[in-house]
C-alpha cells in the first residue's frame, strides 16, 4: 500500500494505542559494514559488525534505555530503527506492521511517526537556515496543515521545549548547546511523531545543561504520550528516564532488563563495570561497591572475539566463555542477561544458562 | 592551461560556520552571509577591488553612452589623425594621439578612438568572462554535489570525468575547434558565433576544477548530521542537495567565481591575440595588443593601454575575491 502524505492537522497528539501495547518490535537485527579494498575494482576483505543480532521491545509510553560504549553500535540500532540505514538482516516491526526493508517511498508517511534526536547539537541544524524553517521543515516536507500556519506552530514548539518564540528568525549559532538541542527536540515533535529515538541526547553538553534537558524529554513524553528509545553511553543519563534498560557490548545486547532489577542487581559482568564506575551520590550505599576498571580496549567489531565478545576483558571469564555463546536468558522475570556466570543472580543461573546454551 | 588557481583545499572540510571566527558576541540575528558581509566592508583593499569591478562592469554596460559622450564609433577612421608618411598618430604626448577629443589618443594607421575601443572590448572580456563562469560554475557545482552526495558509481564516473578534463590540453583545442567551427552553428554567425563558442569552450572545458572542490565540500558536508534530520523527515534527494547541502557551498562557489572570472579573462584575451577569438573590427583587449606588439618599438602608448585595461581588471576581481574569501573563512587566511 502506498499512501502519499495527504494534508492533515495534527495540533493534537496523537497516541500510539493504548499505554502498554508493544509499539516496537526488534529481533536479530544486524548491520554489518562491508570493508572494501582496491581503487577500481572493489573486493570485500570483511565487514564491520557494528550491530550483530539485537532483540528488544518497546512498548507505548515507555522508555528503552540502551547503553554501551562507545561504538558498541547504539547509533547504528538506532538509525536502522529511523531506517536511516538499511539492516543487513533482522525484523523491525512498528505497530504491528514489518518496515525492515520497506522503500524509502512507502516509509515517508510513516517518518511521522518516527523521529529522531541527534547525538550533535552542531551538526545536526543547518547553519544557514534560521531556527523558524529548521523546526518548520517537517510541516513542508510532510505536506501537513497547521490550524494557524507554519509559523505559529513553530512559535508554539518552541515555547513548547523552552525557548523563546521571539527567536524564530535566529539562527543556530546564536545558540548554546543546550539551546540547540532544544531546537532539535522541537523539531522532532512538530509531527508528532509516536516514537522518538534520542541518540545520545545530552553527551554532548555541559553537566549542569544535561539534566535540564533530561527533564524536558520526561515532560514531554507525558505531555505528547511519546515512546522513547535513548541511547547513552553511561548508565547515570538513562536511570530516571528509563523503564527498562538494554546493555550492549560490540554489537550484542548482554543484558535487558527493567530498570529497577537491573540497577539493584545488574547480573551481566559489563554492566556491573559500568555501574561501577557511575558515581553514587550517597556513601554508604556505594559502601558494598567497588569500582571495576575494565583492562584493554574494546575489540574491533572487524574481527570481535568468538562466543562471549566480553571475554577478553571480563575478570570472571573461564574457559567456555571462550568456546560457546551465552544465549539470552530470562533469569528473573521481566530480567534477561547472557552470560554464564552471571553476577546477582538466582542460585541455579549457571546450570539454567548451560542448559540454554545446549552444553548442560 | 593549468590550474587557474589552487583547488588544494578542495578535500578540506566544509566549514559554513567558520565565517565566525572571532566574532564573539556581535553575531545577534544576523545570518552567516551578514556577518561574511559585515567583515568584507572592512576590508579596504577588497572593497576597493569590489567598487572597481563595479565600475568596469557600468562601463561596459553603458558603453554605447560612453562613446557617444566623450569619445567616437569604435570602427570610425580618423585618417586626419595620422602621419600619412609614419602611420603614426601626429599630435599628443609620445605621437599616442591624445587630446580632449581622443581621451586615450588613436591607433596608428587607421587613427580609430582607443578610448572607445577599450570600452566596447570590456563588454567582450566581462560578457565572455562571465557566462564562462557561469558555465563551469553550474556544470561543476551540479555534478560537484551529486557526486559527492550520492557516491559510488555516479561519483567514480564523475570523477573520472573530471580527471579527463583537468588533463586536457584546452589552449590547443580551442585554437583547433575555432578553427573548424565556422559559417553559421546553431542560428549563429560570425562574431555572435564567435562569442558563444569562446564562452562555450571556455566554460564548458573548466567546470572540472569548481566541480573537484564542491565534491569534496559536500563529501564531508553529508557527513553532517542535518542532511539525516532531513532524510528522517521524509526529504528527498532533490531538497537535500539544493535546500540543505547547497546554501552551505555558497561560500566556496562565490570565491571560486571571482578568482575564475580573471582567469576567464586572460583567457580570452589569449585567444584573441592569436586570433581565434573575436575577429575585427570588433574591438577586444586581446586584438588590440595583438595589433600593438609588433609596432610595440615605435608606439608603445598603443600597448600599453590595453595591457593596462587587462591588468587593472585582473586586478580587482582578484583583490575582491582574496578578501571575500578572507571575509567567509577568515582563519584560512
Ligand atoms: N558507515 C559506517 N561504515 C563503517 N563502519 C561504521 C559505519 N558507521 C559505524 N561504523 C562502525 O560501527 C561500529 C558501531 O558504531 P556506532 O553505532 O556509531 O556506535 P555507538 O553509537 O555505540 O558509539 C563502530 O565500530 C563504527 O566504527
Ligand atoms: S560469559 Fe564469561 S566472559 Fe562472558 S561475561 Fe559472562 S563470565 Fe564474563
Ligand atoms: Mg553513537
Redesign the interface.
Same mark, same amino acid.
Given at each position: 500500500m502506498v499512501t502519499t502524505p495527504d494534508t492533515t492537522v495534527v495540533e493534537e497528539p496523537r497516541p500510539a494505542g493504548p499505554e502498554g501495547e508493544v509499539l516496537l518490535e526488534v529481533s536479530g537485527l544486524r548491520k554489518h559494514f562491508p570493508v572494501t579494498r582496491g581503487a577500481v575494482v572493489k573486493r570485500q576483505v570483511g565487514a564491520v559488525k557494528a550491530v550483530d543480532g539485537v532483540d528488544f521491545t518497546v512498548r507505548a509510553g515507555r522508555t528503552l534505555g540502551l547503553v554501551g560504549e562507545s561504538g558498541c553500535g547504539k547509533t547504528t540500532t538506532g538509525r536502522m530503527i529511523t531506517r536511516l540505514l538499511e539492516p543487513t538482516d533482522g525484523r523491525i516491526v512498528f505497530e504491528g506492521r514489518d518496515i525492515t526493508h520497506v522503500s524509502q517511498g512507502t516509509m515517508r508517511p510513516l517518518r511521522r511517526d518516527i523521529q529522531m534526536i541527534f547525538q550533535d547539537p552542531y551538526s545536526s541544524l543547518n547553519p544557514r537556515k534560521t531556527v523558524g524553517s529548521i523546526v518548520g521543515a517537517p510541516f513542508r516536507l510532510q505536506n501537513v496543515a497547521t490550524e494557524a500556519g507554519v509559523k505559529k506552530a513553530v512559535q508554539d514548539l518552541l515555547d513548547v521545549v523552552g525557548l523563546n518564540p521571539e527567536h524564530y528568525n535566529r539562527y543556530p549559532h546564536e545558540f548554546s548547546g543546550g539551546q540547540r538541542q532544544r531546537i532539535g527536540i522541537a523539531r522532532t515533535l512538530a509531527l508528532r511523531p509516536k516514537l522518538i529515538v534520542a541518540d545520545e541526547p545530552v553527551s554532548a553538553l555541559d553537566v549542569s545543561i544535561q539534566a535540564q534537558v533530561v527533564n524536558l524529554l520526561e515532560d514531554l513524553q507525558d505531555e505528547f504520550h511519546l515512546t522513547y528509545v535513548v541511547i547513552a553511553h553511561d548508565l547515570s543519563v538513562v536511570r530516571h528516564i528509563s523503564d527498562q534498560v538494554g546493555v550492549m557490548y560490540l554489537g550484542k545486547m548482554v543484558e535487558l532488563g527493567d530498570n529497577e532489577s537491573l540497577y539493584d542487581g545488574p547480573m551481566h559482568p559489563y554492566t556491573v563495570a559500568l555501574l561501577s564506575a557511575v558515581p553514587v551520590p550517597d556513601p554508604s550505599v556505594r559502601g558494598g561497591r567497588e569500582r571495576i576498571r575494565l583492562q584493554g580496549d574494546v575489540p574491533s567489531p572487524l574481527n570481535p572475539p568468538p562466543a562471549c565478545r566480553f571475554h577478553t576483558r571480563c575478570w570472571k571469564a573461564q574457559e567456555v566463555c571462550g568456546q560457546v555463546e551465552p544465549p539470552m536468558v530470562e533469569l528473573k522475570p521481566g530480567h534477561q542477561v547472557a552470560c554464564h556466570f552471571p553476577e546477582n543472580a538466582p542460585p541455579d543461573a549457571e546450570s539454567r544458562v548451560a542448559k540454554a546454551a545446549g552444553i548442560a | 592551461m593549468t590550474a587557474p588557481i589552487e583547488v588544494s583545499g578542495s578535500e578540506a572540510e566544509a566549514q559554513?560556520?567558520a565565517v565566525?571566527a572571532g566574532m564573539g558576541g556581535k553575531?545577534?540575528?544576523? &545570518?552567516?552571509g551578514q556577518i561574511a558581509w559585515m567583515r568584507l566592508r572592512r576590508d579596504k583593499v577588497a572593497m576597493s577591488g569590489g567598487a572597481l569591478v563595479i565600475l568596469l562592469i557600468l562601463m561596459a554596460i553603458f558603453a554605447p553612452l560612453l562613446t557617444s559622450w566623450f569619445g567616437h564609433p569604435t570602427g570610425e577612421f580618423h585618417q586626419d589623425m595620422i602621419d600619412p608618411n609614419l602611420q603614426r598618430p601626429l599630435h599628443g604626448p609620445w605621437h599616442s594621439g591624445i587630446s580632449g577629443k581622443f581621451l586615450l589618443g588613436v591607433e596608428p594607421t587607421n587613427g580609430r578612438d582607443i578610448f572607445s575601443r577599450i570600452v566596447y572590448g570590456a563588454r567582450i572580456s566581462l560578457l565572455i568572462a562571465f557566462l564562462a563562469t557561469l558555465l563551469s560554475v553550474v556544470i561543476g557545482s551540479t555534478l560537484g554535489i551529486v557526486a559527492g552526495y550520492f557516491g559510488g558509481w555516479v561519483d567514480t564516473v564523475i570523477a573520472r570525468a573530471m580527471d579527463v578534463f583537468l588533463a586536457f590540453p584546452l589552449l590547443l583545442f580551442a585554437i583547433a575547434l575555432a578553427g573548424v567551427v565556422q559559417g553559421k552553428v546553431f542560428g549563429l554567425s560570425g562574431n555572435g558565433l564567435r562569442i558563444g563558442l569562446l564562452i562555450f569552450i571556455i566554460g564548458f572545458f573548466n567546470w572540472a576544477y569548481i566541480g573537484r572542490i564542491i565534491r569534496g565540500q559536500t563529501l564531508s558536508l553529508r557527513e553532517?548530521?542535518?542532511v539525516?534530520?532531513?532524510? &528522517?523527515?521524509?526529504?528527498r534527494a532533490p531538497?537535500i542537495l539544493f535546500r540543505?547541502l547547497l546554501?552551505?557551498l555558497?561560500a566556496p562557489i562565490l570565491v571560486y567565481s571571482t578568482l575564475l572570472i580573471p582567469t576567464n579573462i586572460l583567457f580570452e584575451a589569449a585567444l584573441s591575440y592569436l586570433g581565434v577569438g573575436v575577429n575585427e573590427p570588433t574591438p577586444t583587449w586581446g586584438g588590440m595588443l595583438a595589433q600593438a606588439v609588433p609596432i610595440y618599438s615605435v608606439d608603445p602608448w598603443f600597448m600599453i593601454v590595453p595591457g593596462v585595461a587587462i591588468f587593472i581588471t585582473v586586478l580587482a576581481f582578484n583583490l575582491f575575491g582574496d578578501g571575500l574569501r578572507d571575509a567567509l573563512d577568515p582563519r584560512a587566511r
Amino acid at each position: 500500500m502506498v499512501t502519499t502524505p495527504d494534508t492533515t492537522v495534527v495540533e493534537e497528539p496523537r497516541p500510539a494505542g493504548p499505554e502498554g501495547e508493544v509499539l516496537l518490535e526488534v529481533s536479530g537485527l544486524r548491520k554489518h559494514f562491508p570493508v572494501t579494498r582496491g581503487a577500481v575494482v572493489k573486493r570485500q576483505v570483511g565487514a564491520v559488525k557494528a550491530v550483530d543480532g539485537v532483540d528488544f521491545t518497546v512498548r507505548a509510553g515507555r522508555t528503552l534505555g540502551l547503553v554501551g560504549e562507545s561504538g558498541c553500535g547504539k547509533t547504528t540500532t538506532g538509525r536502522m530503527i529511523t531506517r536511516l540505514l538499511e539492516p543487513t538482516d533482522g525484523r523491525i516491526v512498528f505497530e504491528g506492521r514489518d518496515i525492515t526493508h520497506v522503500s524509502q517511498g512507502t516509509m515517508r508517511p510513516l517518518r511521522r511517526d518516527i523521529q529522531m534526536i541527534f547525538q550533535d547539537p552542531y551538526s545536526s541544524l543547518n547553519p544557514r537556515k534560521t531556527v523558524g524553517s529548521i523546526v518548520g521543515a517537517p510541516f513542508r516536507l510532510q505536506n501537513v496543515a497547521t490550524e494557524a500556519g507554519v509559523k505559529k506552530a513553530v512559535q508554539d514548539l518552541l515555547d513548547v521545549v523552552g525557548l523563546n518564540p521571539e527567536h524564530y528568525n535566529r539562527y543556530p549559532h546564536e545558540f548554546s548547546g543546550g539551546q540547540r538541542q532544544r531546537i532539535g527536540i522541537a523539531r522532532t515533535l512538530a509531527l508528532r511523531p509516536k516514537l522518538i529515538v534520542a541518540d545520545e541526547p545530552v553527551s554532548a553538553l555541559d553537566v549542569s545543561i544535561q539534566a535540564q534537558v533530561v527533564n524536558l524529554l520526561e515532560d514531554l513524553q507525558d505531555e505528547f504520550h511519546l515512546t522513547y528509545v535513548v541511547i547513552a553511553h553511561d548508565l547515570s543519563v538513562v536511570r530516571h528516564i528509563s523503564d527498562q534498560v538494554g546493555v550492549m557490548y560490540l554489537g550484542k545486547m548482554v543484558e535487558l532488563g527493567d530498570n529497577e532489577s537491573l540497577y539493584d542487581g545488574p547480573m551481566h559482568p559489563y554492566t556491573v563495570a559500568l555501574l561501577s564506575a557511575v558515581p553514587v551520590p550517597d556513601p554508604s550505599v556505594r559502601g558494598g561497591r567497588e569500582r571495576i576498571r575494565l583492562q584493554g580496549d574494546v575489540p574491533s567489531p572487524l574481527n570481535p572475539p568468538p562466543a562471549c565478545r566480553f571475554h577478553t576483558r571480563c575478570w570472571k571469564a573461564q574457559e567456555v566463555c571462550g568456546q560457546v555463546e551465552p544465549p539470552m536468558v530470562e533469569l528473573k522475570p521481566g530480567h534477561q542477561v547472557a552470560c554464564h556466570f552471571p553476577e546477582n543472580a538466582p542460585p541455579d543461573a549457571e546450570s539454567r544458562v548451560a542448559k540454554a546454551a545446549g552444553i548442560a | 592551461m593549468t590550474a587557474p588557481i589552487e583547488v588544494s583545499g578542495s578535500e578540506a572540510e566544509a566549514q559554513p560556520e567558520a565565517v565566525l571566527a572571532g566574532m564573539g558576541g556581535k553575531v545577534e540575528g544576523r &545570518s552567516l552571509g551578514q556577518i561574511a558581509w559585515m567583515r568584507l566592508r572592512r576590508d579596504k583593499v577588497a572593497m576597493s577591488g569590489g567598487a572597481l569591478v563595479i565600475l568596469l562592469i557600468l562601463m561596459a554596460i553603458f558603453a554605447p553612452l560612453l562613446t557617444s559622450w566623450f569619445g567616437h564609433p569604435t570602427g570610425e577612421f580618423h585618417q586626419d589623425m595620422i602621419d600619412p608618411n609614419l602611420q603614426r598618430p601626429l599630435h599628443g604626448p609620445w605621437h599616442s594621439g591624445i587630446s580632449g577629443k581622443f581621451l586615450l589618443g588613436v591607433e596608428p594607421t587607421n587613427g580609430r578612438d582607443i578610448f572607445s575601443r577599450i570600452v566596447y572590448g570590456a563588454r567582450i572580456s566581462l560578457l565572455i568572462a562571465f557566462l564562462a563562469t557561469l558555465l563551469s560554475v553550474v556544470i561543476g557545482s551540479t555534478l560537484g554535489i551529486v557526486a559527492g552526495y550520492f557516491g559510488g558509481w555516479v561519483d567514480t564516473v564523475i570523477a573520472r570525468a573530471m580527471d579527463v578534463f583537468l588533463a586536457f590540453p584546452l589552449l590547443l583545442f580551442a585554437i583547433a575547434l575555432a578553427g573548424v567551427v565556422q559559417g553559421k552553428v546553431f542560428g549563429l554567425s560570425g562574431n555572435g558565433l564567435r562569442i558563444g563558442l569562446l564562452i562555450f569552450i571556455i566554460g564548458f572545458f573548466n567546470w572540472a576544477y569548481i566541480g573537484r572542490i564542491i565534491r569534496g565540500q559536500t563529501l564531508s558536508l553529508r557527513e553532517r548530521e542535518f542532511v539525516d534530520a532531513a532524510r &528522517s523527515m521524509g526529504a528527498r534527494a532533490p531538497y537535500i542537495l539544493f535546500r540543505e547541502l547547497l546554501p552551505n557551498l555558497v561560500a566556496p562557489i562565490l570565491v571560486y567565481s571571482t578568482l575564475l572570472i580573471p582567469t576567464n579573462i586572460l583567457f580570452e584575451a589569449a585567444l584573441s591575440y592569436l586570433g581565434v577569438g573575436v575577429n575585427e573590427p570588433t574591438p577586444t583587449w586581446g586584438g588590440m595588443l595583438a595589433q600593438a606588439v609588433p609596432i610595440y618599438s615605435v608606439d608603445p602608448w598603443f600597448m600599453i593601454v590595453p595591457g593596462v585595461a587587462i591588468f587593472i581588471t585582473v586586478l580587482a576581481f582578484n583583490l575582491f575575491g582574496d578578501g571575500l574569501r578572507d571575509a567567509l573563512d577568515p582563519r584560512a587566511r
